[in-house]
Structures are given as C-alpha cells and as structure tokens.
C-alpha cells in the first residue's frame, strides 16, 4: 500500500500510494520543540495522535469542515487525501497562554473575549514566523480567497472543539491547524489535532494534558497524552451539568 516517501516532518512521515490522489500517513513518537533545539521520545504518541486524529476529523467532517481524513489503517497509519500543504499555520486561541502571553505581557490562563487567529509562515529554518494575510499574499503562500476560507475553516473547528472538549473537562486554551489543497483545489484541513497541536488543561484542576509538559520539563508526559485520547473516545460526557432529580 505504502510507496515513496513523499515528506518526512518532525512527528510524521507521508507516503505515495498507488492512488495519486491519496496518501498514507504515519505517526512517529519523536518530539520536538523549540524548532528542534529539544528533541526526544514520547512512548505511545504516535498511536494517541494517529487515535485522536481519526476521532476528531470524521465529527468536524460533519460539522461542515472538510479534511484530508479518509481512514485509520493500523495504530500508527492513516488513509488521507493527497494535498499540498498551505505553507501557512494557522493558530486559534482562546485563553491566553504561550507565546502569545510572552509577546503581550499575559498572564497564562487570562480568557479572551473572543477567537484570536493568528497566522505563522510554516518554516523550520526561519522558527515558523508570525505573518499577516498581506505578507502569505504578497509571498505567493495563499490567495486571499484561501486565506478567507482558511479563517472561517478554523473559526468552525474551534466552535465544534471547545464545547467537544469542554464537555469532556477539558479547557481547549489554543491549538494549531494546517491546511491543505487536494488535486481538484479544495481547501481541506489536514495535518493532526493531538496534545502535539493543542493546549488542553483540566478544567477543574487546570493540569496541563499536552505538549507542554514535554517543552517545559512538567513530568508524565505520556500518561497525559493517554488521558487526552480517553476523554476524546468518552462518549459519555463528563463535564455535563445535571440537574439534581
Ligand atoms: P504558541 O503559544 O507557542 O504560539 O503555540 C500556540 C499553539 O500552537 C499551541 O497549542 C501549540 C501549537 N503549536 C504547534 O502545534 N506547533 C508549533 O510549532 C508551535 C510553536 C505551537
């Protein structure tokens, strides 16, 4: 099924099949951050992210977000449709945190009153600039009609995640798409959606659950990615108010 390797990035490979119109993808346990500078292993990471992933991207499917996703294929493997990646990472914030509180002065956890998109040009060697929509046109990146259709694309997929994940007990704080074009010219969002991607925080406790106990050094990195895909594949909600009978 597998043919050449077509891309090799930080946490996944990217393969031809014998379908142009498709690809297989395969998740790695390798983490990086700090545009590599930090390199290590997370046990298990690729099968959570590959896990999540393939949960998430058929329910954004139905909320009208259309993906690259066709099929999980084994633990580390899925189908997707072949795209060209928008060189552009797109990132959706609605608490502050990270870099944002660092280039604002923040405090980490501050909400915010409203989605704040941010756009990054996807370069290693640069550390994934922050760009506006005038720079990815002016640079040949994206059409203004993409990037318009990137924006309300990643405004759908925060309005499907947060209440998915607040019901779930998690506060999604921001995380990071990227978007793709198929053969045929359809913007389609591609990529992952992990604790790779995400800040996800318990709601009650404010624990962390994603990459950042890896970049900051927190300790048990991996049984929070393990956490994460259990609250994800819950189907019985845990942070539903019930009314007392
Ligand atoms: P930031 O606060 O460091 O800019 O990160 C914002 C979000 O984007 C956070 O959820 C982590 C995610 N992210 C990536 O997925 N890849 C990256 O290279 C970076 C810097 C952040």
């Known amino acids: ?143 203004r009609e993409d990037l318009s259709v990137i924006r309300d694309l990643a405004l759908k997929v925060n309005a499907f995640l947060a209440p998915f994940f607040q019901a779930r007990g998690i506060r999604l704080v921001d995380f990071k798409l990227e978007f793709g074009k198929t053969l045929d010219g359809q913007i389609v969002l591609a990529d992952e959606i992990s604790p790779d991607t995400c800040r996800f925080w318990d709601a009650a406790s404010g624990e962390k659950l994603d990459k950042d106990r890896f970049r900051r050094d927190l300790g048990g990195v991996e049984d929070a990615y393990q956490e994460m895909l259990r609250r994800v594949l819950a189907d019985a909600p845990t942070g539903d108010v019930k009314e007392p009978a």
């Open 1 to 143: 099924m597998k043919g050449e390797l077509r891309y090799e990035g930080k946490a996944k490979r990217v393969y031809a099949t014998q379908n142009p119109a498709e690809y297989v993808v395969e998740y790695k346990d390798d983490a990086t951050a700090f545009n590599a500078q930090k390199r290590g292993t997370i046990q298990g990471k690729g099968a959570v992210n590959n896990a999540i992933t393939a949960a998430l991207f058929p329910q954004l499917e139905a909320a009208g977000v259309p993906t690259h996703f066709i099929e999980r294929l084994s633990e580390r493997e899925q189908r997707v449709k072949a795209v060209e990646i928008v060189p552009v990472e797109v990132v959706v914030r609605n608490v502050a945190a990270g870099s944002f509180s660092k280039r604002l002065g923040l405090t980490e956890g501050a909400p915010l009153s409203l989605p704040v998109v941010e756009l990054y040009y996807k370069s290693d060697v640069l550390g994934d600039p922050m760009i506006n929509e005038d720079a990815a046109v002016a640079l040949g990146w994206a059409s």
